[in-house]
């Protein structure tokens, strides 16, 4: 099993909330923090795109919330309390399951988290990333432009390389256009 | 300590992030139960008042996220997954920790959740709840209405009985126009 692979089943089982059977560890579990680590790992380098982060996404549709703990395998790379926005070009396709228009705009917000006494508290912002459809101009990562911004600020890009950091995972959900999470009502 | 209390030192810390110090248990812990444990009771009775649950709050600011699990002393009554969102007219109060104007509608959407690997993944819901502002017509409870509804079912109100059921809770806020959520930027 390939580290995408791998990282495809963990994500699709966590964003769908299906049931989870305990990924077998292979050799290729190493990978898997190669394949995703750089989503968090601030790079010097400019963004290679254009792309900003949205001023206003928190009166956006919420889509879903998760919790990435220190258990799981995605916790170095992803680890924190996930909160999925939807803009409203793409809020109607989400609900309907259907391939998102040009200019929808998908975004994790990423906070810390500590526990306490058993309760999980939302604590300060790590990152913000996000996918914007063109699908003309982002042809080659399935019609999605990805970046994401350390604290959500916009002076510190994190994806230098959208292929390798975002889509080489992504692109195992093109039934799903390329989007792990899913409605729930 | 009375129940009321201990019951607003653990949402006070839960809801405000900050640094959690183990709780001494006293004999008024088995009353915390019954003092929140109301919240998602399912009363045969109809509702005392006539809100309604609100039908676009996805669409609201998202104030925050916090799960409760199986270890914290709040489980029974208000275990789950919570999004918090506050609807446009209480927003800036929420951002400038002001007294909120009449028709704030501040809402909890309280989700079942799986642990799968590590990660805590969203389920079905089991409840939202409302307080509305109303300064006049609940001046008896903090200027605040309170309902909830099972599985965000109107025809499923939770709450006959406010005062025991929302506010005797929510008075130790008094601070905070009787309000746990704060803001996270």
């Known amino acids: 099993?390939?580290?995408?692979?791998?990282?495809?089943?963990?994500i699709?089982?966590?964003?769908?909330g299906g049931r989870w059977t305990r990924i077998k560890r292979s050799a290729g579990l190493g990978l898997l923090s190669a394949a995703v680590a750089g989503f968090i790992t601030p790079f010097a380098a400019e963004s290679a795109d254009n792309l900003k982060p949205p001023a206003s996404f928190r009166n956006w549709y919420h889509v879903n919330t998760m919790v990435i703990d220190k258990g799981s395998p995605l916790f170095e790379a992803m680890g924190g309390m996930h909160d999925v926005y939807a803009n409203s070009?793409?809020?109607t396709?989400?609900?309907?399951?259907?391939?998102?228009?040009?200019?929808?705009?998908?975004l994790i917000d990423l906070h810390?988290?500590?526990?306490?006494?058993?309760?999980?508290?939302?604590?300060?912002r790590k990152l913000?990333?996000?996918?914007?459809?063109?699908?003309?101009?982002?042809?080659?990562?399935?019609g999605w432009g990805f970046q994401a911004w350390a604290g959500g600020d916009p002076t510190?890009?994190?994806?230098?390389?959208?292929?390798?950091?975002?889509?080489?995972c992504h692109?195992?959900?093109k039934d799903q256009d390329y989007v792990y999470s899913t409605y729930i009502p």
Chains 1, 2 share one sequence.
């Open 1 to 10: 099993m390939s580290s995408v692979r791998i990282c495809a089943s963990i």
């Open 12 to 16: 699709d089982r966590i964003r769908n």
């Open 89 to 91: 070009t793409g809020e």
């Open 93 to 106: 396709a989400l609900k309907k399951g259907e391939p998102y228009p040009d200019e929808t705009v998908l």
């Open 112 to 124: 810390e988290f500590t526990v306490s006494d058993g309760s999980y508290v939302e604590g300060p």
């Open 128 to 142: 913000t990333a996000i996918m914007l459809k063109d699908k003309k101009k982002y042809a080659s990562t399935g």
């Open 156 to 168: 510190k890009p994190l994806v230098t390389d959208p292929t390798k950091q975002c889509f080489e």
């Open 171 to 173: 692109q195992a959900r």
